[in-house]
């Protein structure tokens, strides 16, 4: 389409038509992700296409010579006269003579290498490609570094503009809108520890079976703790004489004298028995 403009191959009615179709494509990619993560949404410094000139972006650099812009869009048709396709950066000389300094189409966003700015999002740079020729072969391009100044809230403010090599321009402004959004921090996963942090432990039981003899088993106590991968492992700890609670030698000392009292009655029943067999003896004698 470009070659065809240049061309003039196209009446009006069409050049107009595809002005604006390419207006609406590039309006739509003024959006970047810097290799940080940061993303960044300039679209709202874009100035409509049918906005009077005192609406764009101008400056001045130490020649003397204005600057009109815009921000991922086309200049005006009072600023684009002449030029098959409207320019998004224009010089104008001080003896009247203008340069397109990047064509509005011949876009791109990258990496940000202006001035010093505000946070780890400080910007990003907005490059225009294929303005009018240069003598010495090569076309005019323009970088405009758009860095991050949360003070400047409506449009842009421009900073400096210099021509650091033939035909090389750049642009250095301030804006808020170039203020980008920080990636999403990962978040932390929960550890083992955090998930089984409180100890479990088993109370000890007690057991009294009494037969001929009397035994005394203690449970040992069972203690759980949470192990590093995220398990419970259980370990086995007896519990020494000292830790047998005191009720239990109550229990013990209550039975030896229950089995001490049938014994001394046992044998008391024993020696009366004897006595009295021992009496029935010395009757049937007689």
């Known amino acids: 389409f470009v070659y065809i403009l240049k061309n003039n191959n196209m ?9 604006f179709a390419l207006l609406s494509i590039v309006c739509g990619q003024c959006t970047y992700t810097a290799n940080n993560g940061c993303t960044y949404d300039l679209s709202g410094l874009t100035i409509a296409v049918n906005q009077p000139t005192s609406a764009f972006y101008t400056g001045m650099d130490t020649s003397n010579s204005t600057f009109y812009f815009n921000v991922c869009g086309a200049l005006n048709n009072e600023l684009s006269t002449g030029y098959s396709t409207p320019p998004g950066v224009l010089q104008e000389s001080l003896n009247g003579s ?4 990047g064509a509005y189409n011949a876009m791109s966003i990258g990496e940000y290498s202006g001035a010093a700015a505000e946070g780890s999002c400080p910007g990003v740079d907005l490059i225009y490609f294929n303005g009018t020729a240069c003598n010495n072969g090569s076309t005019r391009q323009t970088t405009i570094n ?5 003070t400047v809230v409506n449009g842009l403010s421009v900073d400096s ?4 090599a ?8 301030f804006s808020n809108a170039a203020c980008g959004v920080p990636a999403a921090s990962p978040s932390a996963s929960p550890s083992a520890s955090a998930v089984m942090a409180n ?21 040992a106590t069972a203690i759980v703790s949470p192990a590093g991968n995220g398990t419970a492992t259980a370990t086995a700890t007896p ?3 000292g830790g047998i609670p005191s009720w239990v030698w109550w229990v013990i000392g209550s039975v030896a004298i229950v089995i001490i009292i049938i014994a001394i009655a ?8 004897k006595k009295q067999h021992k009496d029935y003896d010395s009757i049937g004698y007689e």
């Open 98 to 101: 203008n340069y397109s300094c």
């Open 166 to 173: 033939a035909c090389a321009y750049e642009i250095q402004v």
């Open 161 to 164: 503009i210099i021509e650091p």
């Open 266 to 273: 046992a044998a008391g029943f024993f020696v009366y028995k």
């Open 239 to 241: 519990e020494s004489d």
């Open 199 to 219: 100890q479990t432990s088993v109370s000890p039981s007690a057991t009294i079976s009494v037969n001929a003899t009397v035994s005394v088993s203690v449970n």
């Open 11 to 19: 009446n009006t009615g069409s050049v107009l038509f595809f002005v």
């Open 146 to 150: 758009i860095g991050c100044d949360s």
